[in-house]
């Protein structure tokens, strides 16, 4: 499946409103317990507070996406979900890829609050090249040459 990468920050989403049913419906997909709050209150909360989205797009329209919220090292990821359609096709794992390649052509390192994972997507993350950090309290993917696209 030939996904490609989309930033959705709070211009694009007030802009396009095919973005804004898709990213709705993913997040809508989501399982409650991984959501702080209804799909609408919770993108337009994490858009308010100057973050962004990395949405996996597919056929002009958004199938994954991953919550980002920027520092001046990193970038740390949150909520990854798929739309339930197309789960168990790549889409999480190439949303991931990309995100990394972003993130290294940025000069950003990618950060997962561990504590915030179930154990499926601390065994994806680790499978995708993050490493649990000395602290323990985050994961973290190695952007270097010789760490990239693990």
């Given at each position: 499946?030939?996904?490609?990468?989309?930033?959705?920050?709070?211009?694009?989403?007030?802009?396009?409103?095919?973005?804004?049913?898709?990213?709705?419906?993913?997040?809508?997909?989501?399982?409650?317990?991984?959501?702080?709050?209804?799909?609408?209150?919770?993108?337009?909360?994490?858009?308010?507070?100057?973050?962004?989205?990395?949405?996996?797009?597919?056929?002009?329209?958004?199938?994954?996406?991953?919550?980002?919220?920027?520092?001046?090292?990193?970038?740390?990821?949150?909520?990854?979900?798929?739309?339930?359609?197309?789960?168990?096709?790549?889409?999480?794992?190439?949303?991931?890829?990309?995100?990394?390649?972003?993130?290294?052509?940025d000069?950003?390192?990618?950060?997962?609050?561990?504590?915030?994972?179930?154990?499926?997507?601390?065994?994806?993350?680790?499978r995708?090249?993050?490493?649990?950090?000395?602290?323990?309290?985050y994961?973290?993917?190695?952007?270097?040459?010789?760490?990239?696209?693990?």
């Amino acid at each position: 499946m030939p996904v490609t990468l989309q930033r959705v920050d709070q211009a694009t989403w007030e802009a396009d409103a095919q973005v804004r049913h898709d990213l709705t419906r993913i997040y809508a997909d989501a399982p409650a317990e991984r959501l702080p709050a209804p799909p609408e209150r919770f993108v337009d909360d994490h858009l308010a507070a100057e973050r962004f989205f990395f949405c996996a797009r597919f056929n002009d329209r958004l199938l994954g996406a991953l919550a980002v919220s920027p520092d001046d090292q990193a970038w740390w990821l949150s909520h990854l979900c798929v739309r339930q359609t197309t789960r168990r096709r790549g889409v999480g794992s190439r949303l991931l890829a990309l995100t990394g390649e972003a993130a290294h052509a940025d000069g950003r390192r990618l950060r997962v609050l561990a504590s915030q994972l179930p154990m499926a997507d601390q065994v994806l993350l680790s499978r995708m090249g993050y490493r649990l950090t000395q602290e323990g309290d985050y994961f973290e993917l190695d952007l270097s040459p010789k760490g990239a696209g693990q």
